[in-house]
């Protein structure tokens, strides 16, 4: 987010010719005030970790590093101040402070603070102040900017309401993240007059502690709240939570309030949770869960927008994991769980990133499903591993994902990988041969089987909807998770309703059961028996992957299996079968054909064969235009013998769009020492065919390779329904079989 860019210029100020400073016990300076009125514009003070008691000092220089080494640098003022001021008071600019804890400033203004700003810029970062008069105290300053990140803040304040763990005054802008504020004595966790506020990521909890209200930005201005937990004790001085505006809107930036995926838990016995000036210009709340007992808001902005928020008076209604321990991560039965309203396209730059780690840390906030209404996010699943065990493209391709259109067809990369309606991702193998070697599916992550279904036939190759899953298995994961694994071969299913299972293991093998063409397995995500979820991150479908290694999405042409074979074919025989001859006898085989199974055809791509004697010229070409896009797909091509005539290297080309996509070199000899009787022993009559005695007939076939049903009485040979036109005769003679083509035409 742009906000976050503010401090790129502080952050990267300093010049590498800038002198070190060593302190510490043991080195020449042994404490930092030793060095304080010594440092130069871009110095770096290192300050060995340890305890300096009663030691404070002012810090005049520009530019400066000072930060803690070998752990944090303790600076345990036994109630001394700089100027009656603070422990340090900061007059240089742009200086950034690190790893240094604060605590038991006291003045006789009773503010003494731990860190006192009176100059332009400040950075601190990751510094404990605990038990000073205030926190930090930031001066008037409205071109300076601060930010305060993976720090922690408790038990500061005088007991007066006018001490606060945190108090900035009138700045530019102020960023406040990662950070953990707790227990302030009778004052407020974050009080700030900034033009503009930015409070991200922080738990800011009163506990047991008699702290006033946990956010107060007395003027209003530009503020955005995001991701925090936000927790109001029993004992606290203040019914108030969030109080914006409430000295008067005098900022000059714009007086809008944002609330996005905030826990707001209000354990008094009455209180407000929000107090807003009456006329300021808008509130805009997204996805925020308040609990407890008071009034939801006090004063009336001008415009208010409220999306998915969660109230109920009862804590325990929330079902979060350990609301004790200050653990508010919603369970899978929790109110919260997965039921926030989807911000990202609406409102992006109000959609959580990160969620806050204790103490003072952060991670990232990445959803499973739907964002979680509240500051954390649950997560319930492990990434997901691949439900085919075998190399992509080798052994396996993905050639439909989750439909995502509501008319039409639109994968979730905006593209045609699906089919209309299609509700998972099918895994495909290069055929039943494959299949029959044994292709392992296992379980994408750890659940409990829920239903299996077993014994019916693998081997469909005809699409029939009410065929369903045929032989699957559903697994129920944490947080109401489902996953589905279908099609699965008959009796390879290792598992039994009621069963836990681990991640990767095997759970049966590739089939092609049920509604099926092909061997593949057919895998479905669902969310409470009732939201179908895309695993995969997408450009236009779910903003989250749930793969440990996701597959890349491919939109290529290629040709993943292909050979040749003798006669003619239909696609059932390739499914089944991996055709690899390369020789041919130009007496007994009629016909070469060429086949290929394929990957990424587009619609309009012109798909063209091409055959070639030895001589180079081309005797036959078939070419077509794709009617749609076809990611799995088997093409073929035939050629008359005779027509190549004999030849140690002839060719086929297969080309899309006149790119030759795959060559194969085939030789045409004669092969049989034994004279082929060809055609000449055959004659066709009005009834049927005459056959010579010494054949035997094997079968018929018509021109796609379909069998024809013949009858032979003697040396008459007849089809039955008096089948016409061009059909092929096989038959065993003299230890061989030969094929010959006849041209029936029966009255």
């Known amino acids: ?82 100027g009656q001021k603070a422990i340090w008071v900061i007059q240089g600019d742009s200086t950034i402070i690190e790893n240094i804890e604060f605590s038991e400033c006291k003045v006789p203004d009773k503010n003494g603070a731990g860190i006192r700003l009176e100059a332009t810029h400040l950075v601190v970062r990751n510094c404990y102040f605990h038990h000073n008069e205030t926190g930090i105290l930031g001066g008037d300053n409205v071109n300076s900017n601060v930010l305060i990140e993976f720090s922690e803040f408790g038990y500061n304040g005088y007991g007066d309401g006018f001490s606060h763990n945190l108090y900035l005054n009138h700045i530019k802008n102020f960023i406040f993240r990662f950070n953990y504020s707790h227990n302030a004595t009778i004052g407020h966790l974050v009080k700030s007059r900034a033009h503009n506020n930015y409070i991200l990521y922080n738990r800011l909890t009163q506990e047991k502690g008699n702290g006033s209200f ?15 937990i936000i927790q109001q004790g029993q004992n606290s001085e203040n019914g108030t939570l969030i109080a914006y505006g409430e000295e008067g809107l005098n900022n000059p930036t714009p007086n809008q309030l944002i609330l996005s995926h905030n826990t707001v838990i209000n354990e008094r016995q009455n209180g407000t949770f929000i107090l807003v000036k009456t006329g300021m210009e808008s509130l805009l709340m997204i996805n925020n869960a308040f609990s407890g007992t008071g009034t939801f808001m006090n004063g009336t902005p001008n415009k208010m927008e409220e999306f998915g928020t969660i109230r109920n008076t009862n804590l325990n209604s929330l079902q979060f994991k350990n609301s004790s321990n200050f653990d508010y991560t919603p369970t899978e039965l929790s109110p919260c769980f997965n039921k926030g309203f989807f911000s990202t396209f609406l409102y992006p730059q109000f959609t959580p990133t990160f969620q806050y780690k204790h103490p003072a840390q952060f991670e990232n906030r990445d959803i499973e499903l739907i964002h979680d209404v509240g500051a954390i996010e649950a997560h319930f699943l492990n990434p997901f591993i691949t439900p085919v065990k075998g190399q992509y493209k080798k052994d396996f391709v993905i050639v439909n994902y989750v439909d995502w259109s509501n008319a039409g067809i639109q994968d979730g990369w905006c593209g045609t990988q699906s089919y209309d309606g299609h509700q998972g991702t099918d895994y495909v193998l290069d055929g039943f041969i494959s299949m029959s070697s044994g292709v392992p599916v296992v379980a994408v992550d750890s659940g409990v089987v829920t239903s299996i279904k077993n014994g019916l036939f693998d081997k469909e190759t005809t699409s029939q909807v009410n065929k369903g899953l045929g032989n699957y298995v559903c697994i129920k994961h944490s947080g109401k998770y489902y996953t589905y694994y279908a099609h699965l071969k008959n009796n390879s299913i290792t598992v039994k309703p009621g069963d836990r299972v681990t991640q990767n293991q095997i759970l049966g093998e590739i089939g092609s059961s049920g509604n099926s063409t092909d061997p593949h397995l057919h895998f479905e995500f669902w969310w409470d028996s009732t939201i179908l979820i895309d695993p995969f991150k997408t450009p236009c479908g779910n903003v989250t992957s749930f793969w440990k290694d996701q597959l890349v999405y491919d939109t290529s042409h290629y040709v993943w299996r292909s050979g040749m074979l003798s006669g003619l074919t239909v696609m059932d025989s390739l499914r089944f079968n991996n055709y690899q001859k390369f020789e041919f006898d130009i007496d007994k085989d009629y016909y070469a054909t060429y086949w290929n199974l394929g990957h990424g055809l587009r619609k309009g791509d012109r798909y063209s064969f091409q055959w070639y004697n030895e001589a180079g010229i081309k005797v036959w070409q078939v070419e077509d235009i794709s009617d749609a896009d076809y990611w799995y797909y088997y093409l073929w091509s035939n050629v008359d013998i005779k027509n190549l005539g004999s030849c140690n290297k002839c060719e086929i080309r297969y080309l899309i769009n006149n790119q030759v996509i795959e060559k194969k070199n085939f030789s045409v000899r004669k092969l049989s020492s034994t004279q082929n009787p060809n055609n000449s022993r055959i004659y066709t009559n009005h009834i049927g065919a005459i056959i010579p005695e010494e054949y035997s007939i094997v079968d018929c076939f018509d021109i796609t390779g379909k069998k024809v049903p013949y009858n032979q009485s003697g040396n008459l040979l007849t089809w039955n329904n008096n089948f016409n036109g061009i059909l092929f005769v096989r038959y065993f003679y003299n230890n061989n079989i030969y094929t010959q083509k006849l041209f029936s035409s029966l009255n």
């Not at 107060?216 to 995001?226: E, H, Q, R």
Request: charged share 15%; aromatic share 10%; glycine share 10%.
């Open 214 to 228: 946990e956010i107060d930005l007395p003027n209003g201005g530009y503020s955005v709240v995001i991701g925090n």
């Open 1 to 82: 987010m742009k906000y976050i860019i503010l401090f790129t210029l502080l952050l990267s100020a300093h010049k590498s010719y800038s002198t070190i400073w060593q302190v510490g016990p043991g080195k020449q300076y042994t404490s930092p005030s030793k060095v304080s009125s010594l440092v130069k514009n871009f110095d770096t003070i290192n300050i060995e970790a340890g305890i300096y008691p009663q030691d404070v000092c002012f810090w005049t220089a520009d530019h400066l590093l000072i930060r803690g080494i070998n752990g944090k640098a303790h600076l345990k003022s036994g109630g001394r101040a700089a």
